[in-house]
């Protein structure tokens, strides 16, 4: 007999070591399930080639989770040079080979002309849309078409491994990079092709890989312990400015009302009352903090 799941309201975030092989999507679901949480969604994909950092929200915590796709990145990624494939990555088709005569040196050389302000053509093969249609659609259909190239920054690349046609890269980079396209326009500088064929996230924004879990980890706990593993509501926030208020300020605050702003405070505020967050406010008219996304959390 088939018994009908029961969600709950599960508020909170999730830092998670994606599994390779699972979309963004089916790792969200999978910890949902996990949670029994009514709500869900994530930060930002990761390629189903890529593991690592996911955070996920649930209940309450959905309504940050945008201010996170704006955070910097941190990847470890593996090349392999010599050879040259249609999506950039180890999932697409071989369009070119060529002898890897490189050295350490020449490694060396060649990235520092990719850190800083550099512009990027998207992959044919991505999620991008062009009349409504992901690009990776066309691609399967042998179609492309003209993409505009995008503003990124590359904060910093370090060569953690080289060996024969092998290397190992950390990369510290803005929103919108895409490593794939950086694997290949380093092998095409080097004149001997590349195409990644790993990926691991490490960092997003303020949050790290080394207080993620795994979705096998979780699948092995009991609730208590699954719970435990979860980070609170303003887990995204902790980059913002605490403004805390109290009594009536604080009912008029939750109401959607305006409150005095303090002084020195520009841009997204988190709002507390009592130590815990009833909100995000941004400064309006008349110099008072105005409520931008309030939050309702069980007791």
């Not at 399967?140 to 904060?155: C, D, K, L, S, Y």
């Amino acid at each position: 007999m088939h018994v009908k799941k029961t969600w709950k309201q599960v508020d909170g975030v999730l830092l998670l070591d994606k599994p390779i092989g699972f979309t963004s999507n089916d790792a969200l679901q999978k910890a949902r399930r996990l949670f029994s949480a009514a709500k869900g969604g994530h930060t930002g994909t990761l390629d189903p080639l890529a593991t690592g950092l996911l955070p996920l929200c649930f209940g309450e915590a959905t309504k940050f989770s945008a201010d996170l796709l704006d955070a910097d990145k941190t990847y470890e990624a593996v090349l392999k040079l010599g050879v040259t494939t249609d999506s950039g990555d180890a999932e697409g088709k071989v369009t070119a080979t060529a002898p890897v005569n490189v050295a350490r040196a020449d490694i060396e050389r060649v990235l520092p002309q990719f850190t800083g302000p550099i512009q990027q053509i998207p992959p044919m093969h991505s999620a991008l849309k062009r009349d409504g249609r992901p690009l990776y659609e066309l691609a399967r259909q042998g179609i492309e078409v003209e993409r505009e190239a995008r503003a990124v920054t590359i904060h910093a690349i370090d060569l953690l491994d080289f060996a024969g046609d092998g290397v190992t890269l950390r990369v510290a980079c803005s929103k919108g990079t895409y490593i794939r396209v950086l694997a290949a326009d380093i092998g095409a500088q080097l004149g001997c092709g590349a195409h990644l064929t790993a990926l691991r996230r490490t960092r997003v924004g303020d949050l790290d890989l080394d207080r993620a879990v795994t979705l096998a980890e979780l699948e092995e706990l009991d609730e208590a312990g699954r719970l435990a593993h979860l980070q609170p509501v303003d887990a995204l926030l902790h980059s913002l400015p605490l403004v805390e208020v109290e009594g009536e300020a604080a009912q008029r605050f939750s109401h959607g009302n305006p409150v005095e702003l303090p002084a020195g405070l520009s841009g997204k505020i988190r709002v507390y009352a009592n130590g815990r967050l009833i909100g995000i406010g941004e400064p309006g008219a008349g110099e008072r903090l105005w409520p931008k996304r309030l939050v309702q959390l069980a007791d």
